[in-house]
């Protein structure tokens, strides 16, 4: 489109209310003074238009209140096709002429012969006056009858809703408002049914003025003779008639349809083409009729064959689609039936909590956008997959939520519906961690890292490359609370491993290895024993991927041995280099505290079997005095380089790390047993009693 025309329907837009308050006060003028040929024609012209506008719109109107201006609209083209007969009729009689638009009506219409555009004109007359206007106004009259009686009802039933909560106060406002509007515009309506009769009457005293006043001027003081002024003023005056009743009548039309309009939320199209074709055992009834009298032989056999075709073909095409949706129908009841079995098992699942879940404030939600290439849930997948591959376990889908009740930047992860962990991390920064110096040269908000409590820095995205030169790790956001996910599910494995996970484990293997499964499962340990065994190593951080050798050390031995503590003994011998693999420096030597002589008599002495487990039963006093030396020499060690384990005689091993598990839970111990022959034994420190 044009600029220029562009700017020009812009600025129609912006002033319209203007310009219409010059159109309506205009009709005055229209009737005051006279108006040139060429204007009248353009303003007929404008007339028949608008009309024709009116109408289509309602045809396409879903309620009355989408049109709640046409009674207005109905008063305003009443004056104004009056204000152009009086013009017209100032022409007609002044000057013995009305324009080209009346004089085209005149002669298309008429066909030269008046008398027939005068019968013309009474019958469309007589069908607005007597049909149109005078139904459509009764109909006006008996809606805002009804529209008011049932007001109250309405009113009530829109209180009613409001009181019950299904809508609220914004919709039962707007509810009461169109109510209101709908009873204005019936009451309106049976009023401007009068303007429209009125507009009628108007017009054939009009007509017959124009004919009568016409032939008296020009026949006695003119020069034509009554013969010639009929016939001129006969044309004219049937052609003045038709131009204004023509669009009256649309007006009419228009308002028959828009008060006979029941408001179903579809224009009268849709809503014909629903009702009238639905039947097809109608149309197929009403094609045999209609074939049946196309065979009588005073009929055109032709025109009514065809409708019958038509209405033949068109009654199959809505059987076979009601077929159709009769089928999708059953098929939406049957997947609606399996959706609300499904919705139960799912309410009754919900009361169980989930293995491992994850929540999350409001302001970590972007993290879980899936349109994102680094979004959580991927990075979760992985995890998943990480661990599988690290540790042997399948881990469960981890649900995560949005929790309001957190602050908007923390998170918080728990196992079996219990707080295991918290933390706080800043979407739009990153994440620095000090390689060691703990002076940071750089501004931020100081955190300490959660998955392995490490001094660092939040900093903002523009210092992201002075960390860089200055040697720090740089994490982002996502992957900070990844990593905190997945060292938590590795230090709680033991407990997400049920016997369903269990099973899952061994009905893998079993396609491959159906012997040794076969072999041990039932006939020697049942899979909860199996899965006790699996706990006790996964609670020390030993991987379960050789499940193999795994099962065939417990056939080996549990056909003797019933105590799963022993049990995982030897299969923690059978997986001896599995388990010093991780503690090996890059060397290949493993640093070991070792205990003195005297503390493992005391520990050896001392042990008792409890549910959790062999734990040595000591007097506070003296379990106080081996933690503190453990911490000396692990600290020991820990200044000369060497991150060690703590080397015990098999007897002993069990019994102390489960005494030490909880304030030492990151410290390991072997046994002799545990260490294959050919690795390298350093002693860099000794637990003593003192």
Known sequence: MPQGIKSLLNNISKYFEIIVAF????????????MPTFVLDLLLTTNLTISILILLLTLFTKSVLEFSVFPTMVLIMTM???GLNISSTRLILSQGEAGEVINAFATFVTGSNYVVGAVIFVIITIVQLVVVTNGAGRVSEVGARFTLDAMPGKQMAIDADLNAGIIDDQTAKMR???????ADFYGSMDGASKFVKGDAIAGILITLINLFGGVIIFSLQGDLTIMEAFDKFGRLTIGDGLVSQIPSLLISVASGIIVTRSGNDKDFGSTLSDELFSSWKVMLIGAAVIFAIGLIPAFPSVPFFAFALVLGASGYLVFENEKAEAKKTLNKEVRHKAAAAKESEDAI????VEPISLEI?????????????????????????????EMGILVNP???????????KQYVIKIKGNQIAKGEIHTNKYLVIDPGTADFDIKGIPAIEPAFGLAALWIDGKDKEKA???GYTIVEPVTVLVTHLKELIKKHSYELLGRQETKSLIDELKGRYGVIVEELIPNIMTLGEVQKVLQNLLKEHVPVTDLVTILETLADHAVKIKDTEILTEHVRHSLQRTIVREYLDPQGTLNVVTLDSQLEDLLGSNIHKSIGGSIPVLEPEMITRIFSSIKSAYDEALMKGHQAIILASPKVRTALKNLIAITFSNIAVLSLNEIPSDVQIEIVGMVEFR
């Open 349 to 352: 699942a919900s009361f169980q």
């Open 361 to 389: 404030g409001y302001g970590l939600i972007t993290l879980v956008d899936e349109g994102s290439d680094n979004n959580l849930i991927s990075h979760i997948t992985s995890i998943r997959k990480q661990l599988a591959a």
């Open 176 to 182: 009461r408002q169109d109510l209101q509007r709908e």
């Open 80 to 82: 104004f096709r009056l």
């Open 398 to 408: 981890i649900r995560i939520r949005d929790n309001l009740q957190l602050d908007p």
């Open 23 to 34: 159109a309506v006060v205009g009709v005055i003028g229209i009737i005051i003074l006279p």
């Open 468 to 470: 860089e030169l200055n």
